[in-house]
């Protein structure tokens, strides 16, 4: 009986310690797989977290490449998560970059709903086409973020022209020429600066600066030029693409010579009058060039003095073939000639003159002839030099004595009669009054026998 008890005691302290290990390796069999379900639900959390941030901004500086260009790509990422993530090792990829080494050292963080910002800078590869560079990023949890970037390279410089000018330059004369710029680039392009430079050349302004000059247009900037001997006027440009600074030439030969389109004041109907020792001419000014005269203003020069009613004549402006009238008064003390001056202005203020001679040689008191002087003069910023014809040539030869297109640069005697309208007539009138007075005596004489019959019969 006791045999049995012992037995049955044995059996139950052997059930009772199976039921403890038991329980022993179900907790930790429990707490196994609770650990393990918590590590892959974290691992899957931080994969979609990480899926979360995107690329939200893309700037690029310049936007479009020269060959051996500096340049800047600055990426902007957002996360659109819930939890905070961490970023590492912002890089550009590409064969036809140089990239320099980034100062993005560790784990960044960007929280939920924030953004963070990485620039890169790299120097572009030759030749011309358009390339793309990877940017990529790493994560926390090793899931790399990537985005292509496209990088435009050209070798396309500014176009720059000179799109007005004078056919030939005056010597000492301001005149203008227009610089025409283009940019035919995909980018912006800035700090546009033209100095214009050239042996013997002033220029007006001596440089221009255009701030920034966008893609697919152009530009016009205008110098005042003034020569000061025949030279070539080089514009020097420069300009920055991104950090950048490249440069461009145009040049353009200053040829000193007659400027075809310079107003050409011509004067007709001339009429020289007396009365005691004042003298008066009148007459009409015609503009035969091609632009206007400005200012124009008729005289008298020395030995002449100019005096009376009318010693200075100011007609205004003369659009071209359009005229005006003056009327001048002098005294001339036994002069055998008058010199009458014409001036005016051009567009830019320059000064011009042309001088004709009236010749008074034929009496003593009114003038039969006038011979035509050639010489002109111009003058620009104080300074004078001679020249024939003033700004077109030789200016003698034209309608009514002076100022027309392709004359002689000689003198030549022209009647006041020439292009007028009775111009000196009232000298003749004595001549005038004996042909008179001759012609009724001849037909008194023819006649006389029946004039006599006529008498004779009344009686």
């Known amino acids: 009986m006791k045999i049995k008890q012992g037995i049955f005691g044995l059996i139950l302290i052997l059930l009772m310690v199976s039921a403890v290990y038991a329980d022993d390796s179900s907790s930790s069999t429990t707490s196994s797989t609770s650990s393990s379900s918590s590590s892959s639900s974290t691992s899957s959390t931080s994969v979609d977290a990480a899926a979360l941030v995107y690329v939200s901004n893309v700037t690029l500086d310049p936007s479009s490449f020269f060959p051996g260009d500096q340049g800047t790509v600055t990426v902007t990422l957002t996360n659109g998560g819930t939890s905070a993530i961490g970023l590492s090792h912002p890089d550009l990829m590409s064969s036809k970059l140089n990239v320099q080494a980034n100062e993005w050292e560790g784990m960044s963080f960007v929280g939920a709903g924030s953004t963070i910002t990485y620039s890169i800078r790299f120097t572009v590869k030759p030749p011309d086409g358009t390339y793309y560079a990877l940017f990529s990023v790493g994560t926390q949890s090793g899931n790399a973020i990537n985005y292509p970037i496209k990088i435009d390279v050209s070798s396309n410089n500014l176009t720059a022209a000179v799109t007005s000018k004078p056919t030939s330059f005056a010597p000492e004369a301001e005149q203008n020429v227009t610089l025409t710029l283009m940019n035919t680039r995909d980018g912006e392009i800035k700090n546009v600066v033209i100095t214009p430079e050239g042996t013997g050349i002033d220029s007006d302004p001596s440089m221009e600066l255009i701030s920034t000059l966008s893609p697919c247009t152009s530009t016009d900037t205008t110098f005042g030029i003034t020569p000061h001997e025949a030279s070539d006027l080089v514009f020097n440009i420069s300009y920055q693409n991104g950090d950048n600074t490249h440069y461009s030439q145009v040049e353009l030969p200053i040829n000193i010579g007659q400027d075809k389109t310079a107003a050409v004041p011509v004067v007709n109907n001339v009429e020289l009058t007396s009365s005691g020792t004042t003298k008066e001419i009148t007459g009409d000014v015609t503009n035969a060039g091609i632009t206007d005269a400005y200012g124009v203003t008729v005289t008298v020069g020395s030995p002449a003095v100019a005096t009376g009613t009318y010693p200075v004549y100011a007609i205004g402006s003369i659009a071209s073939d359009d005229s005006g009238s003056f009327d ?112 009724v005596g001849i037909v008194l004489w023819t006649k006389r026998k029946w004039i006599l019959a006529k008498l004779n019969k009344k009686q």
């Open 328 to 439: 001048v008064t002098f005294t001339a003390n036994d002069l055998s000639a008058v010199p009458l001056v014409v001036s005016w202005k051009d567009s830019s203020g320059n000064d011009y003159n042309i001088t004709k001679t009236l010749d008074l040689s034929s009496d003593a008191g009114t003038a039969g002839t006038a011979s035509s002087s050639t010489t002109g003069t111009q003058t620009s910023s104080g300074s004078a030099s001679s020249m024939t014809g003033g700004p077109s040539g030789d200016m003698s030869g034209g309608p009514g004595g002076m100022g027309g297109p392709g004359g002689s640069s000689s003198s030549s005697v022209t009647s006041l009669f020439s292009g007028s309208k009775g111009g000196g007539i009232s000298s003749f009138y004595p001549v005038i009054g004996a042909g008179i007075a001759l012609i």
